[in-house]
Nanobody, 124 residues
């Protein structure tokens, strides 16, 4: 059974950093691009970042570019989201997701497996 479990969320002050992890099981992680999305209260779920199956390519939303970094360790079935220079606007529940084979990027409809999310709160 496919499972994605996020961890690492919490409360941090503006300007601080957090590292989210996503542990995947039930499917070969190295076969899929992986994405991170977030959903703030009262807003739609939005794309944050994507990493290719090999880890050699990434893509980011403009709002997080140069602050967030997506990476992965296929041997350990882990995907990471390093978040630096956090802002109050980054407050949201963050979700890890696995893309359809051979798909990539920011289109939410390309993602087929989702985690339960981890909450990030950035105080001003």
């Amino acid at each position: 059974q496919v499972e994605l479990v996020e961890s690492g969320g919490g409360l941090v002050q503006a300007g601080g950093s957090l590292r989210l992890s996503c542990l995947a099981s039930g499917f070969p992680l190295r076969s899929r691009g992986m994405g991170w999305f977030r959903q703030a209260p009262g807003k739609e779920r939005e794309f944050v970042g994507w990493v290719s199956s090999s880890g050699t390519a990434t893509k980011y939303a403009d709002s997080v570019k140069d602050r967030f970094t997506v990476s992965r360790d296929n041997d350990k079935n882990l995907v990471f989201l390093q978040m630096d220079s956090l802002k109050p606007d980054d407050t949201a529940v963050y979700y890890c997701a696995a893309a359809r084979p051979l798909s990539a990027g920011d289109q939410i409809e390309n993602y087929v497996y989702w985690g339960q999310g981890t909450r990030v709160t950035v105080s001003s």
